[in-house]
């Protein structure tokens, strides 16, 4: 397969869908529905497992290939749901980084918290 960059796999995500007659199901809403659903999937694999069994996940063969296909699904899901909608997915990517390293700056040694961490947010 050729380079793999973000259109042409969106391209071939529209191609597929449109080869199936999909696009009258490819609204935003069914695609965030199918974006939550497919991300859900791949928090199920992850449910009971302790920290240390998640961090080595990808070494057991028995769920490494379903961890990825989860995030292929999810990605797949969320390209369409940006294609859909026209926004530029790498682009609203770096200007979300850009953001958050404006509103949460590298701490100072005196600006952490008495355990040691630093605040994190998950938007």
């Not at 007659?21 to 974006?35: M, Q």
């Not at 694999?45 to 292929?72: G, N």
């Not at 969320?78 to 953001?99: N, P, S, T």
Request: proline share 7%.
């Amino acid at each position: 397969m050729d380079e793999l960059d973000v259109r042409t796999l969106q391209r071939r995500l529209a191609d597929f869908a449109a080869a199936r007659d999909w696009g009258p199901y490819h609204t935003p809403k069914n695609l965030a529905s199918a974006l939550s659903v497919e991300a859900a999937e791949l928090v199920e694999i992850f449910q009971w497992l302790t920290p240390e069994q998640s961090a080595r996940v990808m070494e057991d063969p028995a769920t490494a290939p379903r961890v990825a296909d989860e995030v292929a699904d999810v990605l797949a899901y969320l390209l369409q749901f940006c294609e859909v909608l026209g926004i530029d997915v790498l682009a609203a990517l770096a200007a979300k980084i850009e953001r958050n390293e404006t509103r949460f700056p590298v701490p100072e040694p005196d600006e952490e918290s008495t355990d040691g961490s630093h605040r994190h947010s998950s938007e």
